[in-house]
């Protein structure tokens, strides 16, 4: 597969990234040594694959590390890759930087875990792979910073075991240009699956974490967000979609009456896609309209369809005294308290779409209600070239709005989905809570650990038998 | 006693001022403990309390803030009601019914987020002009705490100094100007056909973008009585990030009495809790914030055989110079539709008009074309008429659409005579209530009679006004000023050039009351900025010690 990075497409989303790698570049005297176009090429690949995302802490130095990542078997401290000699990835030759990146083995030669999307990194060509260690070696400035060290509790700690799940899970094979499709599409699926690392968090992961075969794009949950299904379907995907609007949603985060942009794929569109050229974001769009589409049988409509305006006030407004206020509220009072005021009253959002319409809105429409109880706890803040789009949390934080209770937070969530959203759902305070504690965590530790103790017990109760034979045999003899 | 608890600093008030100061306070490592004699309630119930009024309640601004028993504030829904708690009396008393709530946040909640600085000629009317008393800082010392003030709770405003007020900056503003509605654009354009500039106000509020966590403006334009989404800064968004740095906020503690030492030093704070058990609060250093009615009460309240005239009163000054902006209105009715309500409720105002040489003779006046959208006005009007059916429509479309409304709001004086005292009347708890005599003085009446009744009607006719109605009697602007005056001698003033009572060295009381003059525009800025220059005091203290 050949890489192309278009540079019509490239010089102008990029180029406050480009000002700052030179600019850095100068300024550690590397200046000489890099390839700039060479570089700039590898600062281009390095937003499409978003390392930044991880690998910059918020109001840290670029690629520093230190940013904590909750996984569900614990925390997981994203590394400094600046080429700091003593903390970072300065003494990387190429080789040992793509065996990081592809294979997930650091230098050392200790695996990493695949909260580093490997598995889909393993599918960049030589040529981009060179031009992103170009770029970290010389448009990167160096942090001579530690970063916290990732403890996962036992058996998880034991990196080792990263062997046998790559044996199991990491496909080394090269992606093969299929000469039955576009270049376009080719260039698209390249970036899907390689650098966007899409399907991390749309692909549902299995018992052990790792991404399910047969359901790629289907959807799966990330962190206390979930990403949806992004596959074809009408109903269950994405495929009442033009190309446009996803275009416009990879580069500014919203799709009218659709969907808006949160959470990991708010700062995916923050970080990398907004500086996507059109070209990549088009091929990206036209592989995404291609993908198979796996459909859910509940799904009887689509997630972008349900619900209309509506509004509750000719039945609240006189009833309620003003010095009601201790009593218990009811969903249509904390909608209307918290929400109407920006939602308007009638749920109908504003006529530019800043604040989004809460019906034909895939939030509502969905059948998972992760994405409604986050977006109502944790608020969204992204920030693109078309603007800041913000909406406070109100989780009770200290920047929120407000302090809803989980009880509070299912009345509005089953009063929201009731009236503009997708009926029979019913959020329970489980579900609030699970994501209020940053989403669901695994019981492949127990599991592990369970497993381990089993394990032992086995060889405890072979040599138990060995040793009673023994015994037994040199009793009776 | 049973019940002690105590902090650092301990704060009593969770307004702005309070807010800024605990914050700083636990910036700086101290211990915080914050006592509120209200409640500490959600925003969205505020939001809905003021949502579920009758439109005839609408316009009262303390109507969506139902006091507690034990912390009663003036509710103005009748004249019986709001003749409850604050005793009024003098030629204006009616004049100084002054809105705040005591709500956890404080009057922050119900303000309209204005933002203007003093000038350097409004902190020296005494060598200027020849009245008043002079600041004993001038301008130059305050700059860097507005400035401070404005970044640590958001304020936006234009960049281009011409149009900026005053124009001596040391910093731009946080955040660009909020755009003017159509209502405000013709008003400037007819004030700069008579020579006036309608200068764009400097607000607490958040244009295009967050800022420190808090949304921007989606222009419901109900600032007062409450912003729903906090896009303008009341101290209530401050409470969260309080806690969060481990300052304690206890609701619901109305303290009544300031305790003092052998040495005279401020000992304790004692506070009745709602089942009215006292209890006491220790500290290191006292900072009341109730602004320029509560706490000269709490003064006053807290007498004892040392300070025989209250606390911090060795001046007798503590209860005297309250000042307010006197307020008069312009009720407008035009041919055409003006367009009010698009945006913030108030969003400019002709400042130069608070200057001048006339300020020997009478004080100066702030003109604002008031950006409150007029349908509740024009609601209750149209229905008074006894119009029924699309007449009742039609009239409720013409008047919100063809009225205005211009508020004047009068530079008063500070005056010994303006004086807060002791009522005999008590309220739940059996704590005394504040009694307050004012009189605006012929200052602020020759300033109406000869300067600003007449510049009205010429902004009116030049708006194309067909009728106009201006209130002959004065009314409040909720700026409460003085009661707790600043100055350097000891003897004419209760505290000192940081808010340090002259009298009691660990007692602080930043805020409104201190302000030695009002100048002509809201006094929030102010205070803000006091706070800030007493918390560096506070902190350096706190830390000698």
Not at chain 2, 290 to 310: A, H, M, Y
Request: glycine share 10%; hydrophobic share 40%; charged share 20%.
């Amino acid at each position: 597969m050949r890489s192309r990075v278009r540079p019509s497409g490239l010089k102008v989303p990029n180029l406050p990234c480009l000002i700052g790698c030179l600019a850095l570049a100068v300024a550690s005297g590397s200046w000489a040594e890099a390839a700039p176009a060479e570089v700039e090429r590898g600062a281009y690949l390095a937003k499409a694959a978003d390392c930044g995302a991880c690998h910059t802490a918020p109001h840290g130095k670029p690629f520093a590390g230190g940013l904590a990542i909750g996984s569900p078997v614990g925390t997981i401290y994203s590394t400094n890759i600046t080429p700091s000699v003593g903390y970072g990835i300065g003494r990387y030759t190429e080789a040992q930087f793509a065996r990081a990146v592809r294979r997930g083995i650091r230098a050392d030669g200790a695996n990493l875990y695949p909260a580093m999307p490997y598995t889909s990194y393993s599918v960049l060509t030589d040529a981009d792979v060179q031009a992103l260690y170009g770029y970290f070696m010389h448009g990167v400035a160096p942090i001579d910073a530690p970063t916290p060290r990732t403890d996962l509790p036992f058996p998880m700690n034991l990196r080792v075991s990263m062997m046998g799940w790559n044996l199991l899970f990491l496909n080394t094979k090269p992606l093969r240009p299929d000469s039955r499709e576009s270049e376009m599409w080719n260039r698209g699926r390249y970036l899907v699956k390689g650098a966007a690392h899409c399907s991390a968090c749309h692909t549902p992961r299995g018992f052990l974490m790792q991404e399910k075969a047969g359901e790629e794009f289907s959807g799966g949950p990330v962190g206390p967000w979930y990403a949806p299904n992004i596959t074809s379907d009408l109903n269950s995907g994405i495929g009442s979609w033009s190309q446009d609007e996803l275009v416009h949603y990879l580069s500014a985060g919203d799709a009218h009456h659709k969907a808006q942009a949160a959470g990991s794929m708010g700062e995916a569109v923050e970080h990398s896609f907004q500086y996507l050229s059109d070209a990549d974001l088009n091929a990206i769009a036209t592989y995404v309209k291609t993908i198979p589409a796996i459909h859910a049988a509940s799904d009887h409509r689509s997630r972008f369809a349900f619900g209309t305006a509506s509004s509750d006030l000719g039945r609240l407004r006189g009833k309620y005294g003003i010095r009601d206020q201790e009593s218990a509220p009811t969903g249509a009072q904390l909608f209307q308290g918290n929400c109407a005021s920006c939602h308007a009253p009638f749920g109908q959002g504003s006529k530019d779409g800043y604040y989004p319409s809460l019906f034909s809105n895939s939030v509502l429409g969905s059948g998972n209600p992760n994405n409604l109880v986050a977006a109502i706890l944790y608020g969204v803040d992204r920030t693109t070239r078309q603007g800041q789009a913000f909406m406070p949390g109100f989780a009770g934080g200290p920047n929120d709005l407000a302090a809803l209770s989980d009880h509070d937070v299912v009345l509005l969530a089953n009063y929201l989905l009731e009236h503009y959203g997708r009926p029979g759902g019913a959020v329970t305070a489980q579900q609030v809570a699970e994501v209020r504690r940053g989403g669901p965590s695994s019981s492949l530790v127990a599991l592990a650990r369970a497993g381990v103790a089993l394990a032992a017990m086995a060889v405890l109760t072979a040599l138990f038998m060995v040793f009673r034979r023994i015994k037994r045999s040199s009793g009776t003899s | 006693m049973a019940n002690e608890d105590g902090a650092d600093v301990v704060i009593v008030g969770t307004g702005i001022v309070g807010c800024l100061i605990a914050r700083q306070m636990l910036d700086a490592g101290l211990s915080v403990l914050m006592l509120e004699a209200g409640p500490r309630v959600e925003r969205w119930q505020i939001v809905e309390n003021f949502r579920n009024l009758p439109p005839t309640l609408r316009l009262h601004y303390d109507a969506p803030y139902p006091p507690k028993p034990w912390a009663p504030h003036m509710e103005s829904y009748t004249d019986a009601a709001a003749a409850e708690y604050l005793q009024l009396e003098g030629p204006n008393a009616l004049a100084y019914r002054q809105g705040y709530v005591r709500y956890a946040g404080g009057a922050t909640w119900h303000w309209a987020g204005i933002c203007w600085r003093l000038t350097p000629q409004d902190m020296r009317l005494k060598t200027l002009y020849g009245v008043a008393r002079d600041w004993d800082f001038d301008y130059d010392t305050l700059e860097p705490y507005y400035t401070r003030a404005e970044y640590a709770i958001g304020v936006c405003g234009p960049s281009d100094s011409s149009l900026q007020w005053p124009p001596m900056r040391s910093k731009p503003y946080p955040m660009g100007p909020l755009p003017f509605g159509p209502g405000e654009q013709r008003f400037t354009e007819a004030a700069a056909r008579i020579g006036l500039k309608n200068l764009p106000s400097a607000q607490a509020r958040n244009s295009r973008v967050a800022y420190d966590g808090r949304p921007p403006c989606c222009g419901n334009n109900n600032c007062i009585p409450v912003c729903p989404i906090a896009a303008k800064y009341d101290a209530a968004t401050a409470l969260p990030k309080i806690e969060a740095r481990g300052g304690r906020i206890l609701a619901n503690a109305v303290a009544y009495r300031v305790e003092t030492d052998q040495k005279n030093t401020i000992a304790a704070v004692h506070y009745f809790d709602p089942d009215k058990r006292s209890h006491r609060v220790t500290g290191r250093i006292f900072v009341l914030a109730c602004n320029g009615i509560e706490t000269p009460k709490l003064l006053l309240l807290s007498k004892d055989e040392r300070n025989p005239n209250g606390v911090a009163n060795s001046s007798d000054q503590v209860g005297r110079n309250m000042m307010d902006q006197p307020k008069l209105v312009a009720e407008l009715t035009l041919a055409e539709p003006l367009w009010t309500g698009v945006g913030p409720v108030q969003g400019s105002s002709i400042m130069q008009t608070s200057q001048g040489d006339f300020r020997s003779r009478h004080g100066g006046a702030l003109f604002r074309f008031n950006n409150l959208a007029r349908s509740a006005f024009g609601g209750v009007a149209a229905v008074r008429k006894g119009l029924v059916g699309r007449a009742l429509d039609a009239e409720i479309r013409r008047l919100s659409a063809c009225t205005a409304e211009i508020a004047i709001e009068h530079e008063l004086l500070p005056d010994p005579d303006n004086r807060l005292t002791l009522s005999n009347k008590k309220d739940w708890l059996g704590i005394n209530k504040p009694n307050i005599y004012y009189d605006v003085g012929e200052y602020v009446r020759r300033s109406a009679k000869e300067y600003s009744v007449p510049l009205v009607r010429k902004l009116a006719a030049e708006l194309g006004a067909t009728d106009v109605q201006v209130s002959t009697e004065f009314t409040h602007s909720d700026h409460i000023m003085g009661g707790t005056i600043m100055g350097a001698n000891s003897a004419a003033s209760v505290v000192d050039l940081d808010c340090r009572t002259h009298d009691h060295p660990n007692l602080f009381l930043p805020g409104g009351g201190a302000m030695t003059t009002a100048g002509c525009g809201n006094s929030t800025l102010t205070m803000a900025a006091l706070a800030l220059k007493a918390a560096d005091a506070i902190a350096g203290q706190a830390k000698r010690a």
